[in-house]
Every structure is written in C-alpha cells, then in structure tokens.
C-alpha cells in the first residue's frame, strides 16, 4: 500500500508524530512548560494540518507536491516551537527534539536530496540558535548545557544525514525482461515485454508505445490494457506534435493542464498551462505517466495509466523502462544492419566466386567446344580433346563441391597450405583449358599461407587468365609471386592485345573486390604488348 509512495509515508508520519507529541503534553504531570496552555493549542492545529495533508496525498498527486516545500518549512518551524516551548524544568530524556529532527531531516533526504537536507539543516540551526538566544534574553528558563548539546547532536546528525543523500540514494530500480530470441529478430517481441512489465510493475490498467515504422513516415502503436497487446499503424498526420524530451518522465492531467516534469540534475518541477501529449490525446487519457526515448530512427514514447495512487516517486520507474526501451532497440537496430552487411557480404563473395569459377569455366569450355566443333568438321580426331574436357568437367565440380563445403562449414582460418603448390596446380588445368602457354615463376618454395587467402588468390588467378585469353586474345601468362618486407606480390603478365592507348584501363570488378577485400592495393599497366597486373597484400594477410 505504500510502496513508492513517499508523499503518504511522510504525511501519516507527520500526524502520528504530532497526536503523540500531543498525548504525552496532556497525559505528563510535568508540563505546560515555558508556553503554558498555548502549546496545547498550536499543536492542535498543526494535528488538524497534518490530517489535511493524509486526504491532500492519498487523493491528489499534484497538490502533495506542490504544498511539500511549504508544509516542510511549516513542519520545521512547528516543531522547533513546539519542542521549546513545551519544555519544563530540566526534563532532558522527555523532550522529542531529536525524533522530531530525525523526521525533518529524513523528509528532506526522500523528497528532494542531499541540497534539501543540508538547507533543512542550516534552519533548524538557525531557528534553535535564534529561538535559544531569545529565551537567554528575556529571562526565561533555559538550561545552557543542554542547549549547546543540542546544537551539537543537530550539527553531526545533519552531516550523516547529507552524506546519506548525496552518497546513497539513488533512483527506485526493478529487474528488466530479457527477451529471448535471436538478436536482429526480437523487435516486436521487446516492446510487447515492456510493454506488460510497466503495465504489471505499476499495477497499472494500461499503457501504449509508440514507436518509429522503419523509414516511413508511420508509427506504430502497440496497447496493453491487461487482455491482450493491440498493434496498430498510424498515419504521420496521426499523433501531431512533438513528444518531449527524451529520458524524461512526467505526470500529466490533460484535464486540470497540470504536469510534473523530472529532471537530470534537480527535483522535478511542476508546471500549468496546456499539456501537449498527442500519444494521451490519441489514447483517449486525462492522467497518466509519460515517457520520451530516443531511437536511432526517431523518438518514441512510453504512456502508462490507471497507476494506482499514482505520485512522483513513479517517475524514475518510468525513466528506467524508458531508457531500456531506447538501449534495447537500438540493439536490435545494430544487429539488424550486422545481419543485413553480413548477408551483403556473403552475396557479394559467392557472386565473385561463380563468376571467377563457374562462369569463365563456362565461357572457355564454350571456346572449346566452338574449336571442337571445326576439328570435326575438318575430319580430325575429337576424341583427346572430349577426355580433356571432361576431365576439366570433373575438376571444376570437384570446385564445385569445395565452394559448397566452405560455405556449408565455413573456412577453417588456422590451416595453412602451400600457395606455390596450388598455384603451380591451378596454372596447369587454366593453360589446358584456355590453350595457351602459362608459366610460374616463384621466389621461394614452399610459401605457406592460410586456406582462405590461397582460395581467394586462386579466384584472382582465374579471372586474370580469363580475361587474358578472352579479351586479350594472348598465348603466354607468366605470373611471378614473391615476398618480402611489404608483403606478398603477385604479378600477372600477358603478351596480348593490351589496352587501347587512347582510352582508360578499366579495372575488373570482381578482382578489385577481392584485392580491396583483403587490405591491398591492385595497378594495371601496359605491358607492351600486352597488359600488367601487380597485386601487393600486407604481411598480417599472408
């Protein structure tokens, strides 16, 4: 019944207090003291006060907060006066000062924090300093001693008390779901979570989040009223004006345009005039709490209603569901661009693959086949060159079925092979199926490198020699690879048409891609005749 419900802890505290204050003047034999019967009445009206403000908190969360700064500077004032002039003779341990202090100090440090409690502190050290002063004055009984032990038990209790609520308070705090499920795919299912969490941890009857759709100009609209969550998609003419600032909660009365703001560094303010909350409007609420966040694709916003007794010591509640919304979703954001660059990627690498394979394969068996076709018709023999291709056939489905075990499997980065072996391999199948004259020359032997990088230099190896022979119409390749300080090179010469000299030497796409992919640098020349390709990859890669 009081959880987060400071305003009703303090008020009942405060009548309580007061009645038996009162109590123990009329049923000890000792008193009145120094202000006679008049204490009786003082005390009486401050009861009548604090039974006002029980009704003031458990019915109006507005008006608790705004007469709270005036009621504690009446509390202060009330109890110093009460505690004086209620004293008789030398009744130490009768006396409530130190529980009626407590009390101030302790309201302060709940309400507003450490600020509060260290200006509670320097009134009440004034007020018994003035207060003590007067009584020394004109006479009246005052027992100095205990006067100056006062003021010391004030001063240290103070100085706790302000350490406690600058060091130790800190905002309410719950356990947040975890959605479960693959990060990238649990959109929707985050904000049904939250959604129910803020409705059953307020134990309230309903909320709603309105969230950014994507990159259109729609939002979307998810309700919670305790039977099931309603998806909704709004038009952007819909919910027209802004939603405040973001990680900022606020009650709100759309009714009575009244609205308690929180803030970063202070207590929260309350403000009058019109309430501007499209979502509350939109939903059909007068009172309720409400939340802006941010997310990477725009603001959004947490409405929850129906919150019984519903008071300040909400908000930061709210602000915390709110900033989980915003974290939450932006990972899933995150994951979703990770997802989505990693299927661009694979695509990118498997379409580099099937044309550096699959499709200059192709293309050179269909040059075969156009030579075989003139064999026959010159009445030569086609039987060597049908074994041969065919055995071209059986390696390249041997490729084939390579390509598919590695993306089945993936690579396995820690293997290493010999890159001269695979070339020297690769080079002899590309000069028989290709019908020209290509030759390696190496610096060293063996040269071992990972599994990846011969696979990839392979790719590069095909298209280069595809291209040579399709479009430069060649009849020797010599490719040179070596290695040193900067790196592993790789150079590709052919003896063929080269490019025209007046026009820019374009750059294959799909070895650029590769090259760019592993960290190097590719440059193209002429060859005279013919054309050059040197490719330098960084040490880290071989």
Known sequence: MFARRTGKVLATSRATMAL???LALMLDPTVPGTGGTAVYFMLSAYLAGAAVMIVIAWRSWWWEFRLAPWVHGIDTLAFVLAVYFSEAGKADFNSPFMSLTAFLLISATLRWGWSAVAWTSFALILLNVVIGTGLFTFGLPIDPYRYGRRLMYLGVLSLMMVWLSGEQRGPRSAPMPRTPGTPGERRNAILVDTLTFARVALQARGAAIAVPHGEEPWTELLRDTGYAVIVDRLGPDVLEGSFGEPDRAALIDRAHGRRIISRASSYPIALTGPVNAPLAAHCGVEEAMIVTFETAAGPGQLLIWGVPDM???DLPMVEMIGRHLSTELDREDLAELAQAASAAALR???ARDLHDSVAQFLAGTLFRLEALSRWIREGQDPTAEIN???SALRREQGELRAMIQRLRRGEEGDRRTDLV??????????????????RLEAQIRPMPVSIGLAHELRQVMREAIANAARHGDCGEVIVSVSTGGAGLTLRIADDGEGFPGDSPIPRPRSISERVEALGGTLSICHNHPGALLEIALPNRIA
Not at 421 to 438: D, F, K, N, P
Request: aromatic letters at 6%; hydrophobic letters at 50%.
């Open 20 to 22: 038996v204050f009162l």
């Open 311 to 313: 008071c300040v010591d």
């Open 348 to 350: 990118d690498a498997l």
């Open 388 to 390: 041969d291709l065919k």
């Open 421 to 438: 072996e695979e070339l020297e391999t690769l080079l002899g199948e590309m000069s028989q199926h290709w019908h020209i004259a290509v």
